[in-house]
């Protein structure tokens, strides 16, 4: 049984703090929405005040944030959890960020003689509630050995990318290729359905043809083909739009400064943003489907 405090409680962090209490963990737990603390009060945690309150007694600490500027300000900004907690405490970060900021993140850590990790996650929603997420990890092989018990509890693939920054960099080129995948698989049904198909029925010859991808697989983008998607529930809860924008301009950014060519990761960036500029920010991002025929709806 470890002391973890695990901080930001949304559509990932939730399911993830709920698994660590269900491997028989303590958890003290801190979100800005008090909603989602007093959920996981409900399910055994300690409701804390503050990050840096969550983290003070903790032997690691967990964030699942959405971005790098609040990664930046619960490690290092006022309240720090970074001052706050005990000297040999690990900490995590599994939320999806620029490598700058984790590798800044890391000497900062270091320098306080803590080790730490940049460990996102892939597997969305469904893989966080039923603990088979991957993590993607970069920093000291002997932190990931530290971690690797409180990650088997959430997860079930890990990966050492590299050093302090790799796992982030390993993520962002993932989620490139899924916003891709996904905006190309909404795009083929759409085709697809217009010419007279039946989408469950295209859906199933593209899942056993040259097409085959994890959209087709799991997170089928048309409404109705396939049970406990968001495309089955209004494309609520899952990942949201603006959270795939982020990515997408992570791999942009990547890209500009290495001078790699991304034709299709710009094009797509600019079809989500679009998107999201119609109020679509928090919607799921496999609703692209709708964006791409917005009579899609009324079929
Ligand atoms: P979310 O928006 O549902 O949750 C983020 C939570 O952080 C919210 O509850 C918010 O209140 C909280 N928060 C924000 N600032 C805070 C602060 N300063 N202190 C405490 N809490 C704070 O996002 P999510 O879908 O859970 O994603 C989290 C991260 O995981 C993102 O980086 C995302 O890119 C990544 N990710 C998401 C998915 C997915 O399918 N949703 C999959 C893989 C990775």
Not at 41 to 52: D, L, M
Not at 116 to 137: C, K, N, Q, R, Y
Not at 262 to 272: D, K, T
């Amino acid at each position: 049984m470890t002391q973890i405090a695990f901080i930001g409680l949304g559509n990932m962090g939730a399911p993830m703090a709920a698994n660590l209490l269900k491997a028989g963990h303590q958890l003290a737990v801190f979100d800005l929405a008090s909603e989602a603390v007093a959920k996981l009060a409900q399910a055994g945690a300690r409701a804390a005040s503050s990050a840096a309150e969550a983290a003070a007694g903790a032997e690691v600490v967990i964030t699942m944030l959405p971005a790098g500027p609040h990664v930046k300000g619960v490690y290092l900004g006022a309240g720090r959890v970074l001052t706050a907690v005990a000297s040999g405490t690990l900490l995590i970060d599994c939320s999806t960020i620029d490598a700058e900021t984790a590798r800044a993140l890391h000497a900062a850590a270091a320098e306080r003689g803590l080790d730490m990790l940049d460990a996102p996650v892939s597997g969305g929603v469904a893989g966080a509630e039923a603990a088979t997420l991957t993590f993607i990890v970069g920093g000291e092989a002997a932190a990931l050995e530290r971690a690797r018990p409180i990650l088997e509890a959430m997860g079930k693939k890990i990966f050492h990318a590299g050093a302090a920054g790799a796992g982030q960099v390993a993520k962002m080129c993932n989620n490139m290729l899924l916003g891709i995948l996904m905006t190309g698989t909404a795009e083929a049904l759409n085709l697809g359905v217009a010419n007279g198909l039946d989408p469950k029925v295209l859906s199933e010859i593209m899942k056993a043809s040259s097409g085959n991808n994890w959209a087709l697989q799991v997170y089928n983008p048309y409404p109705g083909v396939m049970e406990g998607t968001p495309a089955s529930r209004g494309y609520q809860g899952g990942f949201g739009v603006d959270l795939l924008v982020k990515d997408l301009e992570l791999a942009l950014k990547a890209g500009l400064a290495t001078r790699t060519s991304l034709p299709l990761g710009s094009l797509v960036r600019q079809l989500y943003v679009a998107y999201s500029k119609q109020g679509a920010g928090r919607m799921d991002f496999s609703s692209i489907i709708k964006y791409l025929d917005p009579e899609l709806e009324k079929k």
